[in-house]
């Protein structure tokens, strides 16, 4: 089961939004995208029966037509999808210029700064990359502007390494 509710530093999320209205508008396109049910991400209320399951938007869960091993694998799926726990990334996409590209560098899940270079250095190393990288800070705000800024635009590239 998947909930909007408001931040608390002692509970791990999974992603954040600024407001609760845009992690509910969220969880609906994730509840359609993975065929989640709205009853159970408490975005529906009802005592009988499930709507979304009637015009086959939900498998049952909510119903028990569906078990929750299988519920659970696509809820699994959305989670593996939104973190990069021990992901090692780069993002690549615009820069300040036309002539520019930009960097974020994610090393076991955790960002260790950007960088800008001219596209005349194609950078194909990861170890170039490190070298010109200007160090930041890694914390939950920083993880959360990555991922909204990862779901909402389309980047130029994410290499994996």
Known sequence: MLKVQKADGRKKEITSFTSVQEGKNSLFKITEKYK???KLN???ETKNGCFQYK??????ACLGKETPALYNERVSEFIEEMKFEND???IVDRGRTIDERSAVLIENGIYKGYCFYDLNYQVNNIEILKNIIIPMQNNRDTRTIIQVYLRKNKVFRIIKF
């Open 88 to 90: 090692n990334m780069v």
């Open 55 to 60: 015009i086959k938007e939900c498998n049952g």
């Open 36 to 38: 989640l049910c709205q």
């Open 42 to 44: 408490d975005l529906y």
